[in-house]
């Protein structure tokens, strides 16, 4: 059985007068593990994540393309997990939370002052270079990868094994006012 994952983007910039402007970009992706061998993986202890991992991943590509680096967060981490955790709760993936939260709303719950912060999401991937490998193929997602203001980052990964999707992964990346 294939699992399905949609991955939308939401970026926001400050502009002047403290007007937020809101770009909505989507693109589907397929994972082809069956759903027997994901869970023998997640069984195993297989899935993980490891924050700084994921960081040098994307520095490294970032690196490539002339971009600076980005530091993890705290704040940006936590909003991750938030959303994270909210996705497997409701066994979804989208950009808005069940309790009617966007991205924008966790940043800024987190007292992250934020004057640009976008958003990854994943569904489905059972390890960190599979979901960044669908994040690079997606153009809008890529865009954000590549965010040139982009500063810091948090990432997170909850894993339901009862769920369709079994892993649940958001990234978000920011620049401070």
Same mark, same amino acid.
């Given at each position: 059985?294939?699992?399905?994952?949609?991955?939308?983007?939401?970026?926001?910039?400050?502009?002047?007068?403290?007007?937020?402007?809101?770009?909505?970009?989507?693109?589907?992706? #397929?994972?082809?593990?069956?759903?027997?061998?994901?869970?023998?993986?997640?069984?195993?202890?297989?899935?993980?994540?490891?924050?700084?991992?994921?960081?040098?991943m994307i520095n490294a590509y970032r690196a490539r393309k002339g971009l600076?680096?980005?530091?993890?967060?705290?704040?940006?981490?936590?909003?991750?997990?938030?959303?994270?955790?909210?996705?497997?709760?409701?066994?979804?993936?989208?950009?808005?939370?069940?309790?009617?939260?966007?991205?924008?709303?966790?940043?800024?719950?987190?007292?992250?002052?934020?004057?640009?912060?976008? #958003?990854?999401?994943?569904?489905?991937?059972?390890?960190?270079?599979?979901?960044?490998?669908?994040?690079? #193929?997606?153009?809008?997602?890529?865009?954000?990868?590549?965010?040139?203001?982009?500063?810091?980052?948090?990432?997170?990964?909850?894993?339901?094994?009862?769920?369709?999707?079994?892993?649940?992964?958001?990234?978000?990346?920011?620049?401070?006012?």
């Open positions: 059985m294939l699992t399905v994952t949609t991955k939308r983007l939401w970026r926001w910039r400050a502009v002047p007068a403290a007007v937020l402007a809101l770009q909505l970009m989507a693109g589907c992706a #397929e994972t082809g593990l069956d759903r027997t061998a994901n869970t023998q993986r997640l069984a195993a202890g297989e899935v993980t994540l490891a924050p700084e991992s994921a960081r040098d600076k680096p980005l530091r993890l967060d705290g704040k940006l981490a936590s909003a991750a997990k938030r959303h994270s955790s909210d996705l497997a709760k409701n066994d979804r993936i989208s950009h808005k939370g069940s309790d009617g939260t966007d991205p924008w709303d966790r940043v800024k719950g987190t007292g992250f002052k934020a004057k640009l912060a976008a #958003e990854n999401v994943g569904a489905g991937q059972m390890s960190l270079p599979e979901v960044f490998k669908g994040w690079q #193929e997606s153009p809008n997602h890529n865009d954000n990868l590549l965010l040139p203001d982009a500063t810091h980052m948090g990432i997170a990964l909850v894993i339901a094994p009862q769920t369709q999707y079994q892993t649940f992964w958001t990234l978000v990346l920011g620049a401070p006012l």
